[in-house]
């Protein structure tokens, strides 16, 4: 079963609007990770988030990790066009990474 | 610096045949991992291989076997093929030593249509 929840599974922004997608996972982890892909092709990796971190930045991506909830969320600011794509969280626990189901992220023009 | 490359990038076969899917890492990582993605799912892990040993499996049936060669390059094998194995196939390349944090590099995928 898949490790990862994502919520929304879909989400349609205006450009230039921030787009916010959440992660929910069931067991401790050793970091949680966040990937692109675009139409059903390889993943992109975004961004990294130890267990000991809370938050962090890379350009236009936030990424926040609460492991008392066990969630984390990926917020892009300032949208665009080439945002479109679908988002998965994965977790990494014991050198496995499990990916959820993601987030179709469409941005309207 | 070639990234991750898989071929073939599409391939149809028919129910009870046989399949090979090939994968060529990173250049410098040691470790590649095989995942299968249905239709509006996320990637669901296979396995992991790391000095040419299987060392992680999902749950996936035997029917799905893979090697590592010397040179860090992988093969995922898909025997008794079912009409549920048609999905796109991704493989992962990372470094696997000790103390590595695995960030994945994922090929473009190869499409598998079982008929």
């Known amino acids: 079963s898949q490790q990862g929840e994502e919520d929304p599974q879909a989400l349609s922004i205006q450009e230039g609007e921030n787009a916010t997608m959440n992660c929910s996972y069931k067991?401790?982890?050793?970091?949680l990770q966040w990937y692109r892909q675009n139409s059903g092709r390889g993943l992109v990796h975004l961004i990294l988030i130890r267990s000991n971190e809370r938050e962090k930045h890379s350009g236009r991506l936030r990424v926040t990790l609460d492991t008392s909830k066990k969630s984390s969320s990926l917020l892009i600011t300032a949208s665009r066009a080439a945002d479109t794509a679908s988002y998965f969280c994965?977790?990494?626990?014991?050198?496995?990474?499990?990916f959820g189901k993601g987030t179709r992220l469409h941005i309207l023009p | 610096d070639a990234g991750v490359t898989q071929s073939p990038t599409h391939l149809i076969k028919t129910r009870g045949q046989q399949v090979t899917l090939r994968c060529s890492p990173k250049s410098g990582h040691d470790t590649v991992s095989w995942y299968q993605q249905a239709l509006g799912q996320g990637p669901q892990f296979i396995f992991q291989y790391y000095e040419e040993e299987e060392r992680q499996r999902g749950n996936f049936p035997d029917r799905f076997s893979g090697h590592q060669f010397p040179n860090y390059s992988s093969e995922l094998n898909v025997n008794a093929l079912l009409l549920g194995d048609s999905a796109l196939y991704l493989c992962?390349?990372?470094?696997?030593?000790?103390?590595?944090?695995?960030?994945?590099?994922f090929g473009a995928g190869t499409r598998l249509s079982v008929l």
């Open positions: 994965a977790v990494n626990r014991d050198d496995k990474i499990i």
């Open positions: 992962a390349s990372s470094l696997g030593g000790a103390g590595h944090i695995s960030i994945q590099y």
């Open positions: 067991t401790s982890i050793n970091n």
